[in-house]
């Protein structure tokens, strides 16, 4: 069973960092797509970052210039280093990925929290 697997994610302060990462657990498989969405209580779920096959990305407006999402899709690991973290970041963040055979995998989400 494919599954991925999120790590990285705690409590931080306004304006620190923290990294995430995403791994498949168990099948390794490749994919075209991957990217990192997050849902925050009472709200959507909404995409953050994705990263192609090329190794092109794409950023939320929000999160331009602050976080960088890098990773091997091949693999199908991911990560995002998010930098000057604020309260609203605060939220669960899900890795995603989508295989060549069109199929779409989330991982069980990892929270990140943000104090003020």
């Known amino acids: 069973q494919v599954q991925l697997v999120e790590s990285g994610g705690g409590l931080v302060q306004a304006g620190g960092s923290l990294r995430l990462s995403c791994a498949p657990s168990g099948t390794i498989f490749s994919s075209t797509t991957m990217g990192w969405y997050r849902q925050a209580p009472g709200k959507q779920r909404e995409l953050v970052a994705g990263?192609?096959?090329?190794?092109?990305?794409n950023y939320a407006d929000s999160m331009k210039g602050r976080f960088i999402i890098s990773g091997d899709t091949a693999k199908s690991t991911v990560y995002l280093q998010m930098n000057s973290l604020k309260p609203e970041d605060t939220a669960a963040y899900y890795c995603n990925a989508r295989d060549f055979g069109g199929a779409y995998h989330w991982g069980q989400g990892t929270q990140v929290t943000v104090s003020s």
């Open positions: 990263l192609s096959i090329s190794g092109s990305t």
